[in-house]
């Protein structure tokens, strides 16, 4: 069974700095395009950021975060990362992870086909 399992969130005050990590039970995780995600209290889940799998190593982000978060990933050790820094009281959300075996860059929930259960992050103003 696929099983993507987020650690890192937590409390911080704004201009503060989190690491998120999602590590995955995937064969072939290298092949996987990774993203994650979030959700907002009130609001639609939205894209924040996704990494390429396979030979596609580029990077996307969320114009809002594009300048503060930074996302990885570990292919030794099935792991994509995402540094958040500059933490803003907007960046409070619930952050998912998921897994496209497509490959390529996606900012569109409905192409991941594995998803983890979310970590919360609260930023204090």
């Known amino acids: 069974q696929v099983q993507l399992v987020e650690s890192g969130g937590g409390l911080v005050q704004a201009g503060g700095s989190l690491r998120l990590s999602c590590t995955a039970s995937?064969?072939?995780?290298?092949?996987?395009?990774m993203g994650w995600f979030r959700q907002r209290p009130g609001k639609k889940q939205e894209f924040v950021a996704a990494?390429?799998?396979?030979?596609?190593?580029?990077?996307q982000y969320l114009d809002d975060v594009k300048s503060r978060f930074t996302i990885s990933r570990d292919n030794t050790v099935n792991t994509v990362e995402l540094k958040m820094d500059n933490l803003q009281p907007e960046d409070t959300a619930l952050y998912y992870c998921?897994?496209?075996w497509g490959g390529g860059i996606n900012t569109a929930a409905a192409a991941y086909h594995y998803w983890g259960q979310g970590t919360q992050v609260t930023v204090s103003s």
């Open positions: 990494i390429g799998g396979g030979n596609e190593r580029s990077t």
């Open positions: 995937l064969q072939d995780f290298d092949a996987y395009a």
């Open positions: 998921a897994a496209d």
